[in-house]
């Protein structure tokens, strides 16, 4: 099956700086990835990365929750922004580690497993 091309960009801020990721899913599908230290890694994506990419994407969930109650001992470690965009769509999700820990109802599992996805495929190469 030929796709759009498709692009996600996630951001990841932590505490000592922040990692970019930029993936195309096209013709020849590639990770590009840039942390703090601006070193810039960049690598072919496989088939079957590809595949693993497209179904988490067809499986997102916009995350409906609870507001939280403000609370200073509740300070975020990291938060994150996820962008993903094609011909006939763009999301973005953006969403801080307490958010996740707080929400009883897995409403940030998709975007969370996306976001886990695509950071893991910086390990790979």
Do not use: C
Not at 3 to 24: K, R, S
Not at 102 to 114: I, M, Q, R, Y
């Amino acid at each position: 099956m030929k796709t759009y091309p498709i692009a996600i960009e996630l951001t990841v801020w932590f505490d000592l700086g922040l990692n970019q990721y930029e993936v195309t899913i096209d013709g020849v599908s590639k990770i590009s990835v840039k942390r703090t230290d601006d070193v810039l890694h960049t690598r072919e994506l496989s088939t079957a990365e590809t595949q693993l990419l497209l179904k988490a994407i067809e499986a997102l969930k916009v995350p409906v929750t609870e507001e939280m109650e403000a609370n200073p001992s509740n300070k975020a470690s990291s938060s994150y922004e996820l962008i993903v965009e094609s011909a006939h769509f763009s999301l973005e999700f953006n969403w801080e580690n307490v958010d996740v820990e707080a929400s009883d109802s897995n409403a940030f599992e998709s975007v969370v497993k996306l976001a886990s996805l695509v950071q893991s495929l910086d390990l790979d190469h």
